[in-house]
């Protein structure tokens, strides 16, 4: 009994970490920084970096850069209605920023600067319902449209930058199939000044991790029977092997984890 209920653990355990990994496919192709206050690019910046890429030809990644500012007054005026929420202020694919699913509408057109998005947690409490694609909102002054509404129960508007004097201390690049570009990533923000970056966390680091653990349950077996054949006279040095391997497991994740930022 108690056999079968670590196979059927294991093989839970198994199934679960796959499905995640599968989830975390699309990080394989991203890279992201986060930047200090100070450091953070901005609209300026970044708008010269898109348009002068593109004049060249040269291929551009997917690339997003966003902020959060929390507790901002988001109005129903309609109804008058008024609650806080976090402002999340997004310059170029909103899409990408944004890693909620949608529940309704889309993302809006990048060009539209009275384009937004709410959570479904935010438009519950200002508006009593979730089917609020086309409606207004006001939020810092300004009027938007909702044109999508994301799964999420918390209390958000994502709203396009403004070309006023945003900074971005999160900035996500996409190079969808062409993986090898990625180590460009770091020469193409340095050649337009866009700071130096505290983070950077390439995608296929969480993606092997997320594939190590997917298969633990494999190594864990491959280990059993590695021990079984050895026999038990040798199960001290089985122990220090065992903990040696783990130490440097340890070292060699954390060297990498360095080298990465």
Do not use: H
């Not at 709410?118 to 609020?132: D, K, P, Q, T």
């Not at 077996?221 to 340890?250: C, D, P, Q, T, W």
């Amino acid at each position: 009994m108690k056999r079968w209920m670590t196979i059927l653990l294991a093989a839970g355990f198994c199934i679960t970490a796959i499905l995640l990994w599968r989830e975390l496919k699309d990080f394989g192709n991203q890279i992201f920084y986060e930047y200090g206050e100070t450091d953070a690019p901005g609209c300026e910046v970044l708008d010269r970096l898109a348009e002068a890429e593109r004049s060249e030809g040269n291929p551009l990644p997917d690339m997003a850069a966003w902020t959060v500012e929390e507790n901002v007054e988001v109005e129903n005026r309609s109804l008058g209605r008024v609650k806080k929420a976090d402002r999340m202020v997004v310059w170029g694919d909103r899409e990408l920023a944004v890693r909620r699913g949608l529940a309704a509408g889309n993302y809006g057109y990048p060009s539209d600067p009275r384009a937004c998005v709410i959570s479904r947690g935010l438009a519950m409490e200002l508006f009593g319902s979730s089917a609020v694609v086309g409606l207004e909102v006001r939020c810092q002054g300004t009027d938007y449209l909702v044109r999508g509404v994301t799964q999420d129960d918390r209390r958000m508007v994502i709203v396009p930058a403004s070309g006023s004097s945003d900074r971005f201390p999160y900035v996500l690049l996409d190079y969808g199939a062409d993986r090898g570009a990625k180590s460009g990533a770091d020469q193409l923000l340095y050649r337009y000044d866009a700071g130096s970056a505290r983070y950077r966390v390439d995608g296929e680091i969480c993606l092997a991790a997320a594939g190590f653990f997917a298969f633990l349950p494999v190594w864990a077996a491959l280990g059993r029977s590695l021990s079984a054949y050895f026999g038990r006279e040798k199960r001290l040095l089985r122990r220090f092997m065992a903990v040696s391997a783990a130490a440097l497991a340890a070292a060699a994740c954390i060297r990498m984890l360095g080298a990465e930022g």
